[in-house]
């Protein structure tokens, strides 16, 4: 990572490293505050669950598109003025190595969509794939992120933690942009603690209204993934994968356990699959590390999707995650940002799951 100390603060790469520069004056006075107010925290209690947030992932611009910035400016509204923030590490984001990316994406589709919109393409991939002059730039910090708050998950400075990230990932293919993703953050992160920390065993429960298309295929024929996603109909809802028989191939058969859900299903449908379904698959699986793919348009006041949940079964899977984490990974569990497009609704779901991970942090 390229430093330059400005005041103590380290500059993040991705803005201009002259320290006179406007935006890098404002991104370090966004750090600063963002440091004095988590050390405001009262007493002695150390913070025991991170939350990566950086003023870069606003600077990938997709004007009026669902998935905009707007999306991380009322969490973190809604995070800064509630009782809880100052019990949350705050992580900055950070520059992701090339080779990272590269456990999970081909070296020259990473090219090509670097090319494409340094060239001032409207688009990558698709056509919902909207870029601006900075989406490659942020895409990078966006794994970054995810990997530096897993570094301190792993390492045990951190018990648990949320990425609140854009763009999202679990779309994102080997060799393609696809559903607002470009690279796919939490396979990069499930792949980087199998290969570089030696893990034998990842969760990862996603349970967006979308299917995660790109995280499935990326371990659809190995047994170190535990894929899990509980979505609504494939046959009606984008992407148009996950049906119940994909259950992995080869030696991965078995560790994909799709639950393709019907239209307007609700909390009732929801909450027999995880205590039915997910809960007994993940005991038996014995997780080592869990990831959680934190899709918040299943509920029933989004607006891209017809599944009919609300905050009740949001509360129950993030519980009953940190649950298993606690049995068989010592709490260890790092949920990412995906959907959920209903400004209204999402703060309030994604304070109450910080606040699901600092309660499971504090009793472990």
């Known amino acids: 990572m390229i430093q330059a100390n400005v005041g103590n603060i380290a ?5 201009c490293q002259n320290s006179n520069c406007e935006s890098v004056k404002n991104r370090i006075m966004i750090v600063k505050r963002h440091q004095c107010e988590s050390n405001n925290y009262r ?4 913070r025991l669950t991170g939350l990566v947030t950086d003023p870069i992932y606003l600077e990938h611009d997709t004007g009026q598109h669902p998935e905009n910035s ?10 800064k003025n509630s009782d809880i923030w100052d019990q949350l590490e705050i992580i900055p984001g950070e520059k992701a190595e090339r080779s990272l990316i590269e456990l999970i994406h081909d070296s020259d589709y990473i090219d090509s969509i670097e090319r ?3 060239s001032g393409a409207p688009f990558v991939g698709t056509m919902d794939c909207i ?3 900075r989406t490659f730039e942020v895409a990078e910090y966006a794994v970054g992120g995810g990997l530096a708050l897993v570094r301190k998950v792993d390492s045990g400075e951190l018990k648990n933690g949320c990425a609140l990230v854009r763009p999202p990932g679990h779309h994102a293919e080997k060799r393609q942009a696809l559903g607002f993703c470009y690279f796919n953050n939490i396979a990069i992160c499930a792949e980087y603690l199998i290969k570089r920390r030696n893990y034998r065993r990842i969760l990862i429960m996603d349970f967006d209204v979308h299917h995660g298309n790109g995280t499935q295929h990326s371990f659809e024929s190995r047994k170190d993934v535990f894929y899990c996603s509980i979505h609504e109909n494939p046959t009606v ?10 259950v992995g191939m080869g030696e991965g058969k078995g560790f994909t356990l799709n639950v393709p859900m019907r239209s307007f299903s609700g909390d009732e ?6 205590e039915e379904t997910f809960i007994p698959a993940w005991r038996e699986y014995k997780p080592e590390f869990v990831l959680i793919s934190a899709g918040y348009d299943a509920h029933k006041e989004d607006p891209l999707a017809r599944i009919s949940i609300t905050d009740v079964t949001y509360k129950a899977y993030a519980e009953a995650l940190c649950k298993i984490a606690a049995e068989f990974s010592d709490g260890k569990l790092v949920s990412f940002l995906e959907g959920g497009y209903n400004l209204e609704v999402i703060p309030r779901l994604a304070l109450a799951h910080a606040k699901i991970l600092i309660n499971a942090a504090n009793s472990l």
Not at 11 to 15: F, I, Q, T, V, Y
Not at 43 to 46: A, E, F, L, V, Y
Not at 269 to 274: R, V
């Open 11 to 15: 500059l993040l790469p991705g803005l």
């Open 116 to 118: 494409e919109i340094k």
């Open 269 to 274: 449908a929801y909450l027999k699959e995880l």
């Open 131 to 133: 870029v601006s002059p």
């Open 237 to 246: 809802c984008y992407p148009g994968t996950g049906f119940e028989t994909e």
């Open 70 to 79: 707007n999306r991380l400016r009322v969490i973190l509204n809604e995070l």
């Open 43 to 46: 007493g002695n209690m150390k």
